[in-house]
């Protein structure tokens, strides 16, 4: 049975951040908008399949290798010249740091930081790369710790990583919960033995292959009210 947390864990990209200005970016070099989806999704794709085979990479380094292959690929998109195609990348990849955070989360934060939980972030990214998402949305110093997978160096959702995070914190892992907009992170948290909570933007339903979340909501003010209600441990 799931607790009331001490420790939140927060995925960053998607979950806290917003991607979507990157899709202006992509347009300003000449790529179409929608390459944003299956570019990122390639990019987790390449970080997993590494995890999978017991290797490593970081995530610049994933997600650069995808995106060179996407606009290689983009139909009409004039992406051949080598030069131009590196260029395109460049400006695409500086996009992640100037990213904000979505309208719902610096309420969301708050409430669990008043109620006493303690708050860190754990990514498949840099953990620097969302500093100033967070001094922009000022609530970079709610988090405790903002870790990232290159320490354990294997990519969420093997458990790895959730484990060295809740360790890292000195939290018991069922004492922890993870929030995360992938379906895939709540999954991964699930088996690591964290309680589970999904932020619902889009309205998808959740796919039936995965361990259903504990505690599900349309957005994280709704998903922490959820994660407060539950029983202390």
Do not use: Q
């Not at 590494?50 to 290798?65: H, I, M, R």
């Not at 995360?180 to 932020?199: C, E, M, N």
């Amino acid at each position: 049975m799931p607790h009331r947390p001490e420790l939140v864990v927060f995925d960053v990209n998607e979950t806290l951040t917003d991607l979507s200005p990157l899709r202006d970016r992509l347009e300003s070099v000449g790529a179409p908008r929608h390459l944003l989806d299956s570019w990122f999704a390639a990019t987790l794709r390449d970080g997993f399949a590494l995890t999978s085979a017991g290797e490593y990479a970081d995530f610049a380094a994933v997600a650069k290798s995808t995106l060179r292959t996407a606009l290689a690929g983009a139909a009409g998109a004039g992406f051949t010249d080598e030069a131009k195609r590196e260029e395109a990348v460049a400006e695409v990849l500086a996009g992640f740091p100037a990213l904000d955070v979505h309208p719902d989360v610096p309420a969301g934060l708050r409430r669990l930081h008043e109620a006493g939980v303690r708050l860190v972030t754990l990514t498949n990214g840099a953990a620097e790369m969302s500093r100033g998402s967070f001094e922009r949305a000022g609530v970079l110093e709610l988090f405790e710790r903002r870790l990232s997978v290159s320490e354990p160096r294997r990519w969420k959702p093997a458990p790895e990583p959730y484990l060295w995070a809740v360790g890292e914190c000195g939290v018991p892992a069922d004492r922890a919960a993870l929030i995360a907009v992938h379906p895939w992170d709540t999954d991964g948290a699930a088996r690591a033995g964290l309680t589970s909570a999904w932020i619902d933007r889009s309205g998808t339903p959740y796919p039936d292959v995965f361990r259903s979340p504990d505690v599900t909501g349309p957005d994280l003010p709704a998903v922490v009210d959820a994660l407060l209600a539950l029983p202390p441990a």
